[in-house]
């Protein structure tokens, strides 16, 4: 097929969901996407920040692939290694006790929604179900985490929503309007991605999380999107020196497949028991070899390397004319300008650049690994575009 059939039968087949682009992506390497007509692009989307590493890489390929060989699929029902070792990896980066994995950062939070109010439960019976999630957060797209989200936009047509959910503004005041005796968890993401790249303030979270410890309720940071050494960080909630009860990430945990992770610390080790919560694709076999070797790369080095990748992207988008304002930490930077986003990614898409936008902004998550002369070429087309 090729790209004058692709496009015609995508919108007379697919369910009707998407704004694609106007790109049929084919193949690529490292930083560089190739699309149908052979028209090469930089990559700073990552497919959503999914190929962390990169297109085509070869450390995450060979793990996978290596992993095919043997077995595709194990059920839940049996144990097997790379579930395991992915696990135990990351509980040691990150002091978790447990992990449950689903296939997607909405699993993930599923995962936590349920554990949180079920830790509720055991201890004080009962009634003391409410999630407290922020005003613009985003936390996927199943019911549950739709209600989640704190977007009126989200809570239209496919109600009724779940009950138990309550929005703050993103401030000290904010939770405390919101908190009641039936609060059991409050949810945030430490960088706001589908809602502009929005940095949560350090100081605003680390008295959430005393609010929080103080009243025994539990603190789930999302890092679905902000996880995974994205932002120079393991996880996000590092660079503010927080404890959460709960963490989910998906994303860029995976490499490129489908996993999500819930983790579970010290509190909440022991909610779940048999028969609680489970899947058949979570934890797939093929998905959590790919991911151990993400995360075995994930390292102090690298970690340095994103912040100053990060810092050196922020510097020169923010001298383009018509910027008016940068946002984000290590590699997830948002962009704000005085025209529509969607507008710019286009134009930027039309010089051999991907981005993506969030909400008013353009969105840039490129590959942890990419180069320096690929970030000047990719700041040159922003430059090109932005400042026209
Ligand atoms: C993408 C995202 C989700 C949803 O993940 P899916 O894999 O699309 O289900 C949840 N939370 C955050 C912060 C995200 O960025």
Known sequence: MDRSQIIPDDKKFIANTYARFDIVVKEGHGSKIVDSEGKEYIDCATGIGVNIFGVNDTVWKDAVTAQIDKVQHVCNLYYSEPQVELAELLCEKTGAKKVFFGNSGAEA????????????????????????????????????????????????????????????????????????????????????????????????????????????????????????????????????????????????????????????????????????????????????????????????????????????????????????????MGLMIGIETDRPAREIAEKCLQRGLIVLTAHNKVRLLPPLNITKSEMDEALGILKEVISQ
């Open 109 to 328: 939070n599923e995962c936590a929604i349920k554990v949180a109010r079920k830790y509720s439960y055991d201890k004080y019976g009962s009634g003391r179900h409410e999630i407290i999630t922020l005003k613009n957060s985003f936390h996927g797209r199943t019911i549950a985490t739709l209600t989640a989200t704190g977007q009126n936009e989200f809570h239209k047509y496919f109600g009724p929503f779940l009950e138990g959910f309550r929005y703050a503004e993103p401030n000290l005041n904010g939770i405390i309007s919101e908190y009641s005796e039936k609060t059991c968890a409050v949810m945030i993401e430490v960088i706001q991605g589908e809602s502009g790249v929005n940095a949560l303030d350090g100081e605003f979270l680390r008295k959430v999380e005393r609010f929080c410890k103080e009243r025994d309720i539990l603190l789930i940071c999302d890092e679905v999107q902000c996880g995974n050494g994205r932002t120079g960080y393991m996880y996000a909630y590092e660079a503010h020196g927080l404890h959460p009860d709960i963490v989910t990430t998906a994303k860029g945990l995976g490499g490129g497949l489908p996993i999500g992770a819930c983790m579970l610390f010290d509190k909440c080790e022991r909610t779940l028991s048999f028969g609680d919560h489970g899947t058949t694709f979570g934890g797939n076999p093929v998905a959590c070899a790919g991911a151990v070797s993400i995360v075995k790369r994930i390292d102090k080095d690298l970690l340095l390397e994103v912040q100053g990748k990060g810092a050196y992207l922020k510097k020169n988008i923010s001298m383009i004319k018509n910027v008016k304002g940068v946002s984000g």
